[in-house]
């Protein structure tokens, strides 16, 4: 039985989205930006640990990554949200956290702490490979130069690194842009979580869901523009010849460029 | 200035991989504005050597002094212990190195290449540090360099602003492992017409090289070395003329074709 696809529903969606639609699609941009922010900056911390000379730091970095991407993000998520409640019968996560400037729902912020977590333990792998790609004889430079090792990292290997680091790291953030429908699990309303509520009271699955793929291809789309961008800044002094912002979108789009040809 | 006389004195240094013992107790004494060229075939230990110097190996026994100071180590009841990082990269300031593969930072450009050591670890105003870097690299004849990325140069250019990056730190000496190793033959000249005309303005210099001709016009002592000693020195006329031991005539006889 295949009922009707009701076109005006998408229409609606994806052209005159609504005030509580616009909020949902806003909660995910930042809920993923700040977890993505955050997982850099612990990736960064548990990359520079698993090089320490204190052996405790090396293994702590290392259970790190093994438990959190050992796990599924959804079981991160619960324990970080309801954890402390059912094992110890406190409140980790307050019903409301403030910041001073804004404030956050509780949920949401519990969120943004799990994919954090979560995604730190990836970046640490990423950030180590960037630095390991980095030729030796660059900290030796440094450092005979009279650079102490904190500085010869900052000024000298982190910032080589960084041109390794982006490409995976742009598609980590991919990820989290849509990882990020998992918190709807814990009553966070963010796009998905949007489309899940629109359908159960219309039993239009179909349509929400096409529309919110829709919004999370814009979304991804708009990404792969931001990163070509940022990739092209960090390698100017590489590549002479640099991308028109038309000739960004053509490449974000190149999977389907590719499609078109091998169908012909 | 020391007080024995030296700018770096080495003392019964000895260093091992491992199992393998790649100096057997090596000493060297270098005075000021000396010019001192260490030879040898690949593997006597010449560049663990240097790098010693520079505290970039540890060594596992003897001691090294630059300008009277105890390098990469303090003594405690009259025992050697590994210095603090800080006070071992105060030191490495102190000290030119140049790499047989340059080294050069490829996310700098020249200038930022020469000032970066300056301004970050000496603290030198900016606008000062840009000026001497300038004339350090009209003095390598890289002057209209000075805004291209090291992947825009060649390997000679790149050795060149490498020097000058090294002396942009006014080191009291300066090592110079294998310096022209890397290049092209046609574009060794550029940088060994460099580094003689720092040896005549009385730069006190070791500089691990095969370039006897370098040697010749540049040095004023000849250090061979061989399977972690070093088993002759003198004058490079003596090395040209009448080397005693039978291993350095073998290896000058492949070296000098």
Same mark, same amino acid.
């Given at each position: 039985m295949l009922a009707a696809f009701e076109w005006h529903i998408l229409w609606q969606r994806i052209f005159h989205p609504d005030h509580v639609f616009v909020l949902a699609l806003w909660r995910t941009i930042y809920i993923s930006v700040a977890a993505q922010v955050f997982g850099v900056l612990l990736g960064l911390i548990a990359a520079l640990m698993r090089m320490s000379k204190i052996w405790p730091l090396r293994v702590l970095s290392g259970l790190y990554v093994l438990v959190f991407r050992g796990t599924p993000v959804i079981v991160q998520i619960f324990f970080v949200y309801f954890g402390a409640n059912l094992l110890?019968?406190?409140?980790?996560?307050?019903r409301t956290a403030n910041f001073g400037l804004f404030q956050l729902d509780g949920a949401a912020f519990a969120g943004i702490v799990a994919l954090s977590i979560n995604e730190g333990a990836y970046m640490r792998e990423i950030i180590r490979a960037g630095i390991d790609a980095i030729d030796r004889g660059q900290m030796e430079a440094a450092r005979s130069l009279g650079m102490h090792y904190r500085l010869a990292m900052r000024r000298i290997v982190l910032p080589q690194a960084a041109r390794v680091i982006v490409p995976p790291l742009g598609n980590e953030f991919n990820n989290m842009l849509k990882t990020s429908s998992l918190i709807f699990f814990i009553g966070v309303t963010e796009l998905f979580g949007d489309a899940e509520i629109r359908y159960s009271t219309t039993f239009k699955p179909v349509e929400y869901f096409t529309a919110v793929a829709f919004w999370y291809l814009v979304l991804t789309t708009i990404w792969s523009v931001i990163q070509a961008q940022i990739e092209r800044k960090l390698s100017v002094s590489e590549r002479g010849e640099e991308p028109s912002f038309r000739e960004r979108v053509f490449q974000a789009w190149a999977p389907v460029a590719a499609w078109g040809r091998g169908a012909r | 200035m020391s007080s024995n006389g030296f700018v770096m004195s080495a003392h019964e240094v000895r260093k091992r991989f491992g199992r393998l013992e790649v100096l057997k107790g090596v000493s060297l004494e270098v005075k000021r504005g000396e010019v001192v060229c260490v030879i040898g075939p #690949?593997? #006597?230990?010449k560049t663990t050597f240097i790098r010693c110097i520079h505290h970039l190996e540890k060594i596992d026994g003897g001691r090294i002094e630059v300008n009277g100071h105890l390098i990469g180590y303090r003594e405690q009841n009259g025992k050697l212990i590994e210095d603090s990082e800080r006070s071992i990269a105060r030191q490495r300031a102190e000290i030119g190195m140049v790499f047989q593969r340059f080294?050069?930072?490829?996310?700098?450009?020249a200038l930022e290449n020469v000032i970066e050591a300056p301004v970050?670890?000496? /603290?030198?105003?900016k606008r000062q540090a840009i000026q001497q870097a300038e004339e350090l690299l009209r003095r390598v004849g890289l002057a209209d360099k000075?805004?291209?990325?090291? /992947?825009?140069? #060649?390997g000679g250019q790149q050795q060149r602003v490498a020097i000058a990056r090294a002396l942009a730190m006014r080191p009291a000496l300066m090592l110079f492992?294998?310096?022209? #190793?890397?290049?092209?033959p046609e574009v060794i000249g550029e940088v060994l017409d460099v580094m003689k005309e720092l040896a005549l303005e009385g730069m006190t210099m070791i500089v691990v090289t095969h370039e006897m001709g370098f040697a010749r016009e540049a040095a004023d002592r000849v250090v061979m070395m061989d399977d972690g000693r070093i088993i002759e020195e003198g004058t490079p006329e003596h090395f040209f003329r009448e080397p005693r031991e039978e291993r350095t005539k073998q290896f000058l006889s492949k070296i000098l074709v």
């Open positions: 110890f019968g406190f409140n980790l996560i307050p | #690949s593997g #006597s230990g080294n050069l930072f490829p996310h700098k450009t970050q670890v000496r /603290g030198v105003p000075r805004d291209v990325y090291p /992947g825009k140069l #060649s492992d294998e310096p022209t #190793s890397a290049l092209d």
